[in-house]
């Protein structure tokens, strides 16, 4: 098949997929499908009707699909859920991590003298944790493997209650309410929509225990900010690691930066380096689906928008 690629071109990634025995065109009106690594305002919309599919490179297409680009009845689109699952995995353990044993609160105190206010205030993942993941695919599988290491207990959280490879008990999101009071720690994982938009909010953390951890790693909407930082300061929770933010970027001088029980990060989970090496397989992979008529492994429900 013929492919354009926009709105940035990746010469390692096109050249990967071109080895598949795809070509490469440059305008999007002699392709036969398209992948697209750019927000809603690069987009070729109205899309050419020649156009079969979308390649999206990113795993998080909530963008797109507040912007009507992703649709119901619309052309199918692919994204890159689960290409990313061990670089986000093992960013979510680093930050959890650092939060637990207090590396901001050192940081931002930038003295030795801390060490007793280190001693009240850490954690231990091997001190017979229970962590709950919020929204279990294949991030949340690989983030199970990593987690068994430190014989933590793992609850996880789907839509439909479905088992989940690894975890010791699944549960409904319908019955989420039972789970935030023995979470010691909260593993935010779910696609946004706006049934999922600031899902963690007040009323949830006044349910969590004082000392648990909030950890983001999927959207930053899915966090009601102005209530996390309230909780925080207050003493709600024990403490957030954030990958994400909202809004993003967070500005300068937001008061999560300088709440010293929150680390973040700068959506840097996953890295533009990594997602770079992998799309050309990711494409691939996508499109010999596309052409045996199944459904793509990485294909988008138009109706859920994920």
């Excluded at 010293?260 to 992979?285: E, F, K, S, W």
């Amino acid at each position: 098949m013929r492919f354009a690629f926009q709105p940035q071109q990746w010469p390692d990634a096109i050249a990967e997929i071109e080895a598949a025995g795809h070509t490469y065109v440059e305008d999007v009106h002699d392709a036969d499908f398209l992948v697209f690594n750019g927000g809603p305002g690069k987009f070729p919309d109205p899309l050419p009707e020649n156009i079969r599919y979308v390649q999206a490179t990113f795993a998080g297409i909530d963008a797109l699909v507040d912007a009507g680009l992703i649709r119901p009845g619309g052309v199918r689109w692919a994204c890159a859920s689960g290409l990313y699952d061990d670089t986000v995995a093992e960013s979510t353990i680093a930050i959890l991590l650092a939060q637990m044993h207090q590396h901001k609160m050192i940081t931002l105190a930038g003295s030795w003298s801390v060490r007793r206010e280190v001693d009240r205030r850490k954690q231990w993942l091997f001190d017979g944790k229970t962590v709950a993941i919020i929204g279990a695919g294949r991030i949340a599988v690989k983030l199970i493997e990593m987690l068994r290491v430190f014989g933590v207990r793992i609850i996880a959280v789907t839509r439909s209650g479905r088992e989940v490879a690894g975890a010791d008990e699944s549960r409904a999101i319908a019955e989420v309410d039972e789970v935030w009071p023995v979470a010691d720690v909260v593993v935010v994982l779910a696609p946004l929509t706006p049934e999922t938009r600031h899902m963690i909010n007040g009323d949830v953390f006044a349910q969590m225990k004082s000392t648990a951890v909030l950890v983001n790693v999927a959207r930053g909407p899915l966090v009601h900010t102005e209530d996390l930082v309230e909780a925080l300061r207050d003493g709600v929770i024990g403490g957030a690691a954030l990958d994400v933010t909202d809004p993003e970027p967070l500005p300068d001088d937001h008061p999560l930066w300088d709440i010293d029980t929150c680390m973040i990060t700068p959506h840097t989970a996953n890295t533009y380096t990594v997602i770079q090496q992998r799309t050309g397989r990711l494409v691939v992979d996508n499109a010999a689906a596309f052409e045996a008529g199944e459904r793509m492994p990485n294909e988008v429900d138009l109706e859920a928008g994920y």
